[in-house]
Protein backbone atom coordinates (compact mmCIF):
# COMPACT_ATOMS: atom_id res chain seq x y z
CA UNK A 1 0.00 0.00 0.00
CA UNK A 2 1.19 3.33 -0.79
CA UNK A 3 2.17 6.11 2.10
CA UNK A 4 1.43 9.24 1.51
CA UNK A 5 3.30 11.43 -0.66
CA UNK A 6 4.06 15.04 -1.35
CA UNK A 7 5.21 17.32 -4.01
CA UNK A 8 7.72 18.89 -4.67
CA UNK A 9 9.80 17.27 -1.83
CA UNK A 10 11.93 20.55 -2.20
CA UNK A 11 11.00 23.78 -3.39
CA UNK A 12 13.28 27.28 -3.70
CA UNK A 13 11.31 30.64 -4.00
CA UNK A 14 11.98 34.13 -4.07
CA UNK A 15 10.44 36.36 -1.80
CA UNK A 16 6.67 37.29 -3.09
CA UNK A 17 6.59 34.07 -5.01
CA UNK A 18 3.81 31.64 -5.37
CA UNK A 19 4.30 28.09 -4.34
CA UNK A 20 2.25 25.55 -4.54
CA UNK A 21 2.18 21.83 -2.40
CA UNK A 22 0.20 18.90 -3.33
CA UNK A 23 0.05 15.98 -0.74
CA UNK A 24 -1.63 12.87 -1.94
CA UNK A 25 -3.08 10.83 1.42
CA UNK A 26 -3.40 7.19 1.53
CA UNK A 27 -6.01 6.04 -0.38
CA UNK A 28 -9.59 5.71 1.41
CA UNK A 29 -8.19 8.34 4.59
CA UNK A 30 -10.90 10.64 4.82
CA UNK A 31 -8.64 12.48 7.12
CA UNK A 32 -6.10 14.84 5.72
CA UNK A 33 -3.72 17.46 8.02
CA UNK A 34 -1.62 20.03 7.10
CA UNK A 35 1.62 20.61 9.80
CA UNK A 36 4.88 22.77 9.42
CA UNK A 37 8.17 22.80 10.97
CA UNK A 38 10.00 26.28 11.28
CA UNK A 39 13.87 25.64 11.25
CA UNK A 40 14.95 24.17 14.58
CA UNK A 41 11.32 24.68 16.32
CA UNK A 42 8.36 22.36 16.86
CA UNK A 43 5.97 20.95 14.29
CA UNK A 44 3.12 23.09 14.03
CA UNK A 45 -0.67 22.03 13.06
CA UNK A 46 -1.92 23.94 10.13
CA UNK A 47 -5.59 22.30 9.44
CA UNK A 48 -7.10 19.48 9.17
CA UNK A 49 -9.64 18.06 5.91
CA UNK A 50 -12.65 15.79 6.62
CA UNK A 51 -13.15 14.62 2.59
CA UNK A 52 -13.06 18.05 1.32
CA UNK A 53 -13.99 20.15 3.93
CA UNK A 54 -12.00 21.83 6.88
CA UNK A 55 -12.74 20.93 9.65
CA UNK A 56 -10.08 23.07 11.75
CA UNK A 57 -8.21 25.48 10.15
CA UNK A 58 -7.08 27.40 13.36
CA UNK A 59 -3.42 27.18 12.73
CA UNK A 60 -3.16 28.98 9.44
CA UNK A 61 -0.86 31.73 10.09
CA UNK A 62 -2.54 33.87 7.70
CA UNK A 63 -4.81 34.55 4.31
CA UNK A 64 -1.32 33.95 2.44
CA UNK A 65 -1.77 30.43 2.88
CA UNK A 66 -4.63 28.78 1.01
CA UNK A 67 -5.37 24.98 1.23
CA UNK A 68 -7.78 23.38 -0.73
CA UNK A 69 -9.08 19.18 -1.29
CA UNK A 70 -11.17 19.35 -3.88
CA UNK A 71 -13.47 16.26 -4.61
CA UNK A 72 -11.66 14.57 -1.27
CA UNK A 73 -8.73 13.19 -2.48
CA UNK A 74 -5.03 15.34 -2.65
CA UNK A 75 -4.89 18.55 -1.17
CA UNK A 76 -2.88 21.78 -2.28
CA UNK A 77 -1.63 24.26 0.28
CA UNK A 78 -0.66 27.40 -2.16
CA UNK A 79 1.52 30.39 -0.42
CA UNK A 80 0.96 33.44 -1.86
CA UNK A 81 2.91 36.09 -1.82
CA UNK A 82 5.57 33.88 0.39
CA UNK A 83 7.17 35.39 2.69
CA UNK A 84 10.54 34.51 4.09
CA UNK A 85 9.02 32.94 7.78
CA UNK A 86 7.43 30.92 5.77
CA UNK A 87 10.49 28.45 5.04
CA UNK A 88 10.33 25.45 6.90
CA UNK A 89 9.31 21.70 5.94
CA UNK A 90 5.44 21.60 5.11
CA UNK A 91 4.66 17.74 6.66
CA UNK A 92 0.95 16.31 4.91
CA UNK A 93 -0.80 13.24 7.36
CA UNK A 94 -3.45 11.22 6.92
CA UNK A 95 -5.96 9.19 8.81
CA UNK A 96 -9.00 7.13 7.95
CA UNK A 97 -11.54 8.34 10.76
CA UNK A 98 -11.05 10.84 12.89
CA UNK A 99 -10.15 11.12 16.23
CA UNK A 100 -6.74 11.19 18.46
CA UNK A 101 -6.70 7.95 18.50
CA UNK A 102 -6.72 7.09 15.25
CA UNK A 103 -3.27 6.89 13.68
CA UNK A 104 -1.67 9.86 11.49
CA UNK A 105 0.61 8.73 8.73
CA UNK A 106 3.16 11.58 7.76
CA UNK A 107 4.47 12.13 4.30
CA UNK A 108 7.58 12.72 3.82
CA UNK A 109 7.69 16.44 4.00
CA UNK A 110 8.22 19.27 1.22
CA UNK A 111 11.11 21.83 2.05
CA UNK A 112 10.33 25.09 1.53
CA UNK A 113 12.87 27.98 1.08
CA UNK A 114 12.33 31.82 0.31
CA UNK A 115 14.95 33.70 -0.43
CA UNK B 1 -2.94 25.92 26.15
CA UNK B 2 -1.14 22.71 25.69
CA UNK B 3 2.51 22.59 25.15
CA UNK B 4 5.45 20.04 24.81
CA UNK B 5 8.54 20.49 25.72
CA UNK B 6 11.68 18.50 24.63
CA UNK B 7 15.12 19.64 26.61
CA UNK B 8 17.70 17.74 24.79
CA UNK B 9 17.96 18.84 21.17
CA UNK B 10 20.55 16.32 21.02
CA UNK B 11 22.07 13.17 22.21
CA UNK B 12 24.44 10.43 21.31
CA UNK B 13 25.52 7.17 22.81
CA UNK B 14 27.16 4.44 21.14
CA UNK B 15 25.32 0.79 20.05
CA UNK B 16 24.08 -1.64 22.27
CA UNK B 17 23.64 1.40 24.55
CA UNK B 18 20.06 2.12 26.24
CA UNK B 19 19.40 5.67 26.07
CA UNK B 20 16.46 7.55 27.54
CA UNK B 21 15.03 10.62 25.81
CA UNK B 22 13.09 13.20 28.20
CA UNK B 23 9.61 15.09 27.04
CA UNK B 24 7.31 17.12 29.99
CA UNK B 25 4.37 18.81 28.89
CA UNK B 26 1.02 20.89 30.34
CA UNK B 27 -2.41 20.58 29.96
CA UNK B 28 -5.22 21.26 32.30
CA UNK B 29 -7.43 18.08 30.60
CA UNK B 30 -7.51 14.55 31.91
CA UNK B 31 -7.88 12.42 29.35
CA UNK B 32 -5.45 12.80 26.50
CA UNK B 33 -2.93 10.38 24.17
CA UNK B 34 0.79 10.86 24.15
CA UNK B 35 3.30 9.89 21.56
CA UNK B 36 7.05 9.75 19.98
CA UNK B 37 7.01 9.93 16.70
CA UNK B 38 10.78 9.13 15.01
CA UNK B 39 11.96 10.47 11.77
CA UNK B 40 14.64 8.98 10.33
CA UNK B 41 17.28 10.55 8.37
CA UNK B 42 15.60 11.70 4.68
CA UNK B 43 12.59 9.63 5.66
CA UNK B 44 8.87 9.63 7.02
CA UNK B 45 7.70 10.20 10.22
CA UNK B 46 6.52 7.11 11.82
CA UNK B 47 5.14 6.27 14.78
CA UNK B 48 7.04 4.30 17.88
CA UNK B 49 4.90 4.39 20.48
CA UNK B 50 1.45 5.78 21.65
CA UNK B 51 0.62 6.23 25.09
CA UNK B 52 -3.33 6.36 26.96
CA UNK B 53 -3.61 8.88 29.79
CA UNK B 54 -5.95 6.72 31.61
CA UNK B 55 -3.94 3.70 31.44
CA UNK B 56 -1.71 3.39 34.31
CA UNK B 57 0.66 0.80 32.93
CA UNK B 58 3.32 2.19 30.44
CA UNK B 59 3.29 1.33 26.89
CA UNK B 60 6.01 -0.90 25.46
CA UNK B 61 6.86 -1.83 21.79
CA UNK B 62 9.50 -3.94 21.73
CA UNK B 63 12.85 -2.52 22.40
CA UNK B 64 11.23 0.65 23.13
CA UNK B 65 8.81 1.69 26.29
CA UNK B 66 7.93 5.34 28.22
CA UNK B 67 7.78 5.88 31.60
CA UNK B 68 4.79 7.89 32.16
CA UNK B 69 4.50 9.97 35.04
CA UNK B 70 1.15 11.89 34.81
CA UNK B 71 1.50 13.65 38.15
CA UNK B 72 4.80 14.88 36.85
CA UNK B 73 3.07 15.68 32.96
CA UNK B 74 6.14 13.40 32.31
CA UNK B 75 6.31 11.17 29.56
CA UNK B 76 9.96 9.87 28.47
CA UNK B 77 11.27 7.17 26.03
CA UNK B 78 13.34 4.72 26.99
CA UNK B 79 15.67 3.12 23.67
CA UNK B 80 17.15 -0.52 24.83
CA UNK B 81 19.78 -2.50 23.11
CA UNK B 82 20.23 0.69 20.80
CA UNK B 83 20.74 0.27 17.01
CA UNK B 84 22.26 2.23 14.42
CA UNK B 85 18.87 2.38 12.80
CA UNK B 86 17.84 4.07 15.88
CA UNK B 87 19.56 6.99 14.26
CA UNK B 88 16.99 9.85 14.17
CA UNK B 89 14.83 13.06 15.36
CA UNK B 90 12.52 12.17 17.77
CA UNK B 91 9.07 14.17 18.36
CA UNK B 92 6.98 13.84 22.10
CA UNK B 93 3.66 14.90 21.21
CA UNK B 94 0.22 14.90 22.82
CA UNK B 95 -3.59 15.16 21.69
CA UNK B 96 -6.54 15.87 24.01
CA UNK B 97 -8.83 12.87 23.75
CA UNK B 98 -11.63 14.44 22.29
CA UNK B 99 -9.41 16.28 19.66
CA UNK B 100 -10.55 15.72 16.40
CA UNK B 101 -7.03 16.43 14.98
CA UNK B 102 -4.48 18.57 16.42
CA UNK B 103 -1.29 17.01 17.53
CA UNK B 104 1.08 19.48 19.32
CA UNK B 105 4.63 18.47 18.96
CA UNK B 106 7.47 19.29 20.85
CA UNK B 107 10.93 20.63 19.14
CA UNK B 108 12.51 17.18 19.01
CA UNK B 109 15.33 15.28 19.87
CA UNK B 110 18.27 14.32 17.63
CA UNK B 111 19.46 10.99 18.90
CA UNK B 112 22.83 9.30 16.76
CA UNK B 113 23.62 5.82 17.71
CA UNK B 114 27.40 5.36 16.89
CA UNK B 115 28.84 2.26 15.70
Known amino acids: EAGVTQFPSHSVIEKGQTVTLRCDPI?????LYWYRRVMGKEIKFLLH????????ESGMPNNRFLAERTGGTYSTLKVQPAELEDSGVYFC?????????????FGPGTRLTVL | AQTVTQSQPEMSVQEAETVTLSCTYD???????LFWYKQPPSRQMILVIR??????QNATENRFSVNFQKAAKSFSLKISDSQLGDTAMYFC????????????FGSGTRLSIRP
Open chain 1, 93 to 105: ASSQETGANNEQF
Open chain 2, 27 to 33: TSESNYY
Open chain 1, 27 to 31: SGHDN
Open chain 2, 93 to 104: AYAKYSSASKII
Open chain 1, 49 to 56: FVKESKQD
Open chain 2, 51 to 56: QEAYKQ
